[in-house]
């Protein structure tokens, strides 16, 4: 067991859109993510995702209507709905999704990362 201090991970990397693993329950990873700018439309088949805001603003937008998430706020999306999330500075988000999860659901694009990096 160790005590994990989440905004000394945040300050372990700079890039956008690629999370990092922080911890592992049940089949779930806990990732950190830096966002900045709009990603891709996309969908989980398969897996719901939550998105937990720990500094900044995040706009979740779906097909109908969107979400704003501040700082200690989270939604859980649910598997199967289509959705883009979308930062106009930079954002600080803890993830918690099932291990399979692919950042990019159903696409494979330059912003699809597959081997995620433990820190």
Not at 34 to 62: A, N, P, T, Y
Not at 92 to 105: I, Q, R
């Given at each position: 067991?160790?005590?994990?201090?989440?905004?000394?991970?945040?300050?372990?990397?700079?890039?956008?859109?690629?999370?990092?693993?922080?911890?592992?329950?049940?089949?779930?990873?806990?990732?950190?993510?830096?966002?900045?700018?709009?990603?891709?439309?996309?969908?989980?088949?398969?897996?719901?995702?939550?998105?937990?805001?720990?500094?900044?603003?995040?706009?979740?937008?779906?097909?109908?209507?969107?979400?704003?998430?501040?700082?200690?706020?989270?939604?859980?999306?649910?598997?199967?709905?289509?959705?883009?999330?979308?930062?106009?500075?930079?954002?600080?988000?803890?993830?918690?999704?099932?291990?399979?999860?692919?950042?990019?659901?159903?696409?494979?694009?330059?912003?699809?990362?597959?081997?995620?990096?433990r820190i």
């Amino acid at each position: 067991m160790e005590k994990i201090n989440i905004a000394e991970k945040f300050e372990l990397f700079q890039d956008y859109w690629n999370p990092r693993i922080i911890g592992e329950l049940n089949n779930q990873y806990v990732k950190v993510v830096k966002l900045k700018g709009e990603f891709v439309w996309h969908k989980h088949d398969d897996e719901d995702e939550m998105f937990l805001v720990v500094r900044g603003k995040l706009k979740i937008e779906f097909r109908k209507g969107s979400a704003i998430l501040n700082d200690g706020e989270f939604i859980i999306v649910p598997k199967g709905v289509e959705h883009r999330p979308v930062a106009e500075e930079e954002v600080h988000v803890l993830l918690f999704e099932p291990s399979t999860t692919l950042n990019t659901g159903n696409l494979k694009n330059e912003k699809t990362v597959s081997d995620l990096k433990r820190i």
